[in-house]
């Protein structure tokens, strides 16, 4: 089917262009919602009207997008994750997420496709990440990938590895391993937010405080 595009559809039509697509294509997607329109006759002589009124158009939205462009690269943008030992993330920070944060921040839909890191980025640490915007717009940000919790649980983990409460004698960590210092750092923030202070083990290492109402239980248990 012939068809006149009537708007932008990247990246492959600009208004005013004449082009042959499938009907399935035209009749679903294109005509119902406005973005085209069949190659009649009448149609064709507003071709250049079109092309005349896109470009006056495209050259609006750059204009806008440069001030967008501006405004996200004047302060560093904070995506807070998960983290573990050494800083590494629990996944990666993906274009997804930047895109939603970018918009959150500029009020304007980003395209997360035009978002490309140049390797992924799987640890906490600062980033400049470059961004396509719009035709003829470019910039680049400058990503901060932070821990949610201020760092304090990894710090907690990183400490459990290093004390030797828990290890595999190579400085790594099993998933097992891993739970179980989460767990243990965990306790101890849950225990210092409640003005416990953790008791200290016999190697010098802080423990996680004992639930005296279980151990209190435990001996009425054993006394019975």
């Given at each position: ?17 004449i082009?042959?697509?499938k ?33 006056v ?19 560093p943008?904070e995506?807070?994750?998960r ?6 993330l ?6 997804t997420m ?5 918009t959150?921040?500029?009020?304007v ?10 390797a992924?980025?799987r ?7 470059p961004i ?6 470019d910039?680049q ?10 760092g ?7 400490a459990?590895?290093e ?11 099993s ?7 989460r ?5 101890l923030?849950e ?8 008791e ?16 209190d239980?435990k ?6």
């Amino acid at each position: 089917m012939k068809i006149i595009f009537l708007q932008d559809v990247p990246p492959n039509a600009r208004a005013g262009d004449i082009k042959d697509v499938k009907n399935g294509y035209a009749r679903n997607f294109l005509l119902p919602r406005g973005l085209a329109t069949m190659a009649t006759v009448g149609e064709l002589k507003r071709v250049e009207s079109l092309r005349r009124d896109a470009e006056v158009r495209r050259v609006k939205e750059a204009e806008e997008w440069r001030e967008v462009a501006e405004k996200l690269a004047e302060e560093p943008v904070e995506i807070l994750v998960r983290s573990g030992p050494r800083g590494r993330l629990y996944g990666s920070v993906t274009n997804t997420m930047l895109a939603e944060k970018l918009t959150e921040i500029s009020r304007v839909q980003v395209d997360r496709r035009g978002i490309r890191f140049d390797a992924p980025v799987r640890a906490l640490g600062e980033y400049t990440v470059p961004i396509h915007y719009f035709e003829g717009v470019d910039g680049q940000v400058e990503l901060h990938v932070l821990s949610q919790d201020g760092g304090a649980e990894a710090a907690a983990m990183e400490a459990a590895l290093e004390d030797g409460i828990i290890s595999d004698g190579a400085g790594q960590m099993s998933l097992l391993e891993e739970f179980e210092a989460r767990r243990i750092a965990r306790e101890l923030r849950e225990a210092r937010e409640r003005g416990e202070e953790p008791e200290e083990s016999e190697d010098g290492t802080e423990a996680a405080p004992k639930n005296t109402q279980e151990d209190d239980g435990k001996a009425e248990s054993a006394k019975d």
